[in-house]
């Protein structure tokens, strides 16, 4: 039973119940409901499908992570960091057919949730962290400048041929210029947006409902749509059936590669979102669990006539404010949308497009992120202008290959911190204890024949040879004929058999010039390594000691030398 508590939090949340709760959670339920509509709507449009599926996508996935999920007050559905990614696959090879495209975005949805489920059981939730800060800012500042490009046709009343962010600023700019905007949507969009930014530290006005139902009431009371406003139309009614969504061997690729693209965006949001709010309430975070509570909610999705989705960094607050204390809240906003599909759905007929434009302009602005970049400038440049690269390459190259090259950049990065580490030769400075860097410390005084070499990171593959090269550059660089090398192993937190291999040869061309090599706080996992790649026994117990100041006074003694004060 502990067991499939493990695997399913919700039925944990449940057990420990309390019916106090009950009031709160029904209550943001309803608050909750009034968002989950419009936004849902607004996302699915984005992402290049009929507004229902925005709904069929927000009501399974919230079920579904009640049971699965280990957050008691995220809110999961339809995001905009994910919208331009779905809708550069959709665009590409399901724009003029929508079953296609609904089919394109709920095969995307199971390739998303696939890749969370099995990455949660192999405990890989761990793999955002590789990337840093600055990449993500990057991708996340191109995705919110893409999405906001997306949506000025809609918003300015007019349509383009969509060819990428450049080319889409270049075709909305000429129609601009040819005087193609339409007064009333542009007022309408306009309307919204200002209100929405304008509510947004609000926590007793929804700012999205209000704009939203003023705009459509708007419409509908003038009949604007006759003025060239475009509406959303006949909504069908009805709950999410479940549906194979069956495509294509043309589009398995570009399918299977967005998929990743979106389990990768959307668990990287979901791990900072939920990781935030566990902090603030003071519930334990579980990565892995968050992986496949995500991944279940894909899945579901997937099957349900919905489309990709994540956690939502602007429902979630809406949640929490309405006083929410447990999943149940995202049930009961599940239940109402259900319900408006099933006894109301000629509500949303007079929903306007420049209005649904609004709210993903709102959210992606929502995305950018500017002021920690003003920092990161000030404190490390090059981290900045990394930052830049992803956000050039995302609106340059699209949503997905600019994913692809955050996550090439990000590996570059971390492979270049153990690449080209620092390294340094030790002395003892006078006044200071212990060993120091002599170039931060010029004067800091070396023992005769010994050579103290500290390596500042672990030892492997591409960092090898250059450990080599720098170890026998210190040799040549003593101002005394060299007896022994103390490598201050400390930070070497691991070997492979590539710089196994390499120690060997080192060992070999010290040896060749009568030089002893030694080691120094070496940690016993990386000793046990040295043991299976036979190295152990080739330095021998005297090969090693428990500290730099061992090392040195056995050298002193071998030696009958005098050790330094």
Request: glycine share 10%; net charge neutral; with cysteine.
């Amino acid at each position: 039973m502990q067991r499939l508590v493990a695997w399913l939090p919700g039925l944990a949340t449940l057990s420990e119940y309390r019916i106090a709760w009950l009031h709160r959670d029904a209550m943001a339920g309803v608050v909750l409901t009034t968002m989950l509509a419009p936004v849902g709507i607004a996302y699915a449009v984005a992402s290049g499908l009929p507004g229902v599926y925005g709904l069929y996508a927000t009501i399974v996935p919230l079920l579904v992570y009640a049971i699965f999920g280990p957050s008691r007050i995220l809110v999961l559905g339809p995001d905009s960091s994910l919208a331009p990614i779905i809708l550069a696959v959709v665009v590409a090879h399901g724009a003029s057919d929508p079953a296609r495209a609904v089919a394109i975005a709920g095969a995307m949805a199971l390739v998303s949730g696939l890749v969370c489920i099995l990455a949660g059981v192999l405990r890989l939730g761990f793999v955002t962290e590789l990337l840093s800060k600055p990449i993500r800012y990057g991708y996340m500042n191109g995705i919110a400048l893409t999405v906001l490009i997306s949506q000025l046709p809609k918003l300015f009343g007019f349509s383009i041929e969509a060819g990428g962010p450049l080319r889409d600023i270049w075709e909305i700019g000429s129609a601009i210029f040819a005087g193609k905007i339409n007064g009333p949507s542009l007022a309408v969009g306009a309307g919204v947006l200002a209100v929405i930014l304008g509510l947004k530290g609000s926590k007793l006005l929804p700012g999205v409902l209000i704009a939203v139902v003023g705009a459509t009431a708007i419409v509908g009371i003038f009949d604007l749509s006759k003025e060239g406003v475009a509406v959303l139309g006949s909504v069908p009614g009805g709950l999410p059936a479940f549906r194979v969504p069956w495509i294509t061997m043309d589009d398995l690729g570009p399918v299977i590669i967005g998929g990743v693209a979106v389990a990768l965006v959307s668990f990287a949001d979901t791990s900072v979102l939920s990781r935030a709010y566990a902090a603030r309430l003071g519930h334990p975070v579980n990565p892995n669990q968050e992986m496949v509570g995500l991944g279940a909610a894909n899945f579901a999705a997937g099957f349900f006539q919905g489309f990709p989705i994540s956690s939502s960094s602007s429902r979630t607050p809406v949640a929490e404010a309405a006083g929410a204390k447990t999943q149940l809240s995202g049930v009961v906003g599940a239940l109402g949308v259900a319900i408006l599909l099933v006894a109301a759905p000629d509500l949303l007929e007079h929903l306007p497009t420049p209005a649904l434009a609004a709210v993903v302009i709102a959210s992606a602005i929502g995305l950018l992120e500017i002021s920690d970049l003003r920092r990161i400038w000030r404190i490390q440049r090059w981290e900045f202008w990394l930052s830049i690269l992803c956000l050039v390459g995302v609106a340059a190259l699209g949503a997905v290959p600019g994913i692809g090259l955050a996550v090439g950049v990000a590996i570059i990065e971390f492979l270049w911190d153990g690449w080209r580490p620092h390294s340094a030769i030790l002395g003892r400075p006078q006044g200071v204890s212990g060993w120091h860097d002599t170039a931060r410390y010029p004067d800091a005084r070396k023992i005769p024949g010994l050579v103290l070499f500290r390596w500042d990171a672990p030892l492997f593959f591409a960092n090898a040879e250059l450990f080599e090269e720098r170890v026998l550059l210190a040799v040549e660089s003593s101002p005394s004929p060299v007896r022994q090398v103390i490598v201050a192993a400390e930070p070497v937190t691991s070997i492979d058999v590539t710089a196994a291999d390499t120690l060997m040869e080192l060992l070999d061309k010290l040896e060749a010039r009568n030089i002893e090599l030694r080691l120094a706080e070496l940690k016993d996992p990386v000793k046990d390594k040295f043991k299976r790649f036979e190295l152990y026994e080739r330095f021998g117990d005297d090969g090693f000691h428990p500290t730099i100041e061992a090392a040195v006074a056995a050298y002193c003694s071998a030696h009958a030398i005098e050790p330094l004060p």
